[in-house]
């Protein structure tokens, strides 16, 4: 493929053109990009299409793609679940490098994302059916039977990789091994919900089994910053986040912003008093 993307595994696709991968897509789907509408993300690039529809392109490492395939296909049996449909996909691994592309065609979504950039610093004003919505869709994944293994951040969602993010940030001093694993998005922040109004879960190439409660934890403590909404989370999804396996979820979401922290960052000092309050409670109950 001739293409200006490095072949090295790690490449930001906001930084690198990648015309002959749309070209590509676009043959094989039979479809033409809106130029004018692309969102760029670190690995992924999305557009509307002609056939009315949203198209999602992404380059993962061959590494970290497994062995299971990529979510967003076997997503679309889920039952219950708020989701965009999916329609098709095309997969393909690079001549001259060790990374794989994935294209997937699927249905537009009725609102924009919630966020489109940095952090939620602001109230988003949602409605009570937004959070019926949201609570059935976790609900209804959570029974879902699965034999993949969630990878939030690319990485197999496992105990010893639970242990690893905790002990970047904090000293385990405390048993920390979690009893309870159910189907998971595994990447749920505010930037892959729609609102305020229409509640829709998107980016699915990431779920399967992981620890009960993740996808509840990463809502809130993305929502730290906007204390309400921290709290309204926390209120909604009481049963998988104020159970001690809920309060060492919590501390996983958290671990990821103070294990580097950056002081221009919103999240820091909330997220330092809630990981105080909670290891002071999962220490007490050690």
Not at 61 to 74: A, L
Not at 88 to 102: C, H, Q, S, T, V
Request: with cysteine.
């Amino acid at each position: 493929m001739n293409s200006s993307v490095s072949p090295t595994s790690s490449v930001d696709l906001r930084e690198v053109a990648i015309a002959d991968v749309v070209g590509r897509v676009e043959r094989a789907l039979g479809v033409r990009l809106d130029g004018d509408a692309v969102v760029l993300k670190r690995r992924s690039v999305g557009a509307p299409s002609d056939r009315g529809t949203w198209v999602r392109i992404e380059r993962r490492p061959c590494e970290r793609v497994g062995t299971q395939g990529w979510g967003i296909e076997c997503a679309a049996g889920l039952q219950g679940v708020a989701m965009p449909a999916w329609y098709a996909g095309l997969a393909w691994r690079e001549r001259d490098g060790d990374a794989m592309w994935r294209a997937d065609e699927i249905g537009l979504l009725p609102a924009a994302p919630l966020r489109k950039g940095g952090p939620l610093v602001a109230d988003p004003l949602l409605t009570d059916s937004w959070w019926e919505t949201m609570n059935q869709s976790l609900d209804a994944l959570a029974g879902t039977g699965t034999s993949r293994i969630a990878t939030p951040d690319t990485v197999e969602a496992t105990q010893d990789h639970v242990l690893e993010v905790l002990g970047s940030a904090f000293h385990i001093d405390f048993d920390a091994n979690i009893s309870e694993w159910t189907a998971a998005h595994a990447d749920l922040n505010w930037a892959n919900v729609t609102g305020p109004a229409e509640c829709f879960l998107f980016d699915w190439e990431d779920w399967g089994l992981a620890p009960r409660g993740l996808d509840s934890a990463t809502l809130w403590c993305s929502a730290l910053a906007v204390p309400a909404l921290a709290d309204r989370v926390l209120k909604e999804r009481e049963g998988d986040l104020t159970s001690r396996g809920g309060m060492i979820i919590r501390l996983f979401a958290l671990a990821k912003i103070l294990a580097q922290p950056d002081e221009s960052d919103p999240l820091l000092a909330p997220a330092l008093r809630a990981a105080g309050l909670l290891l002071e409670s999962v220490r007490r109950g050690a």
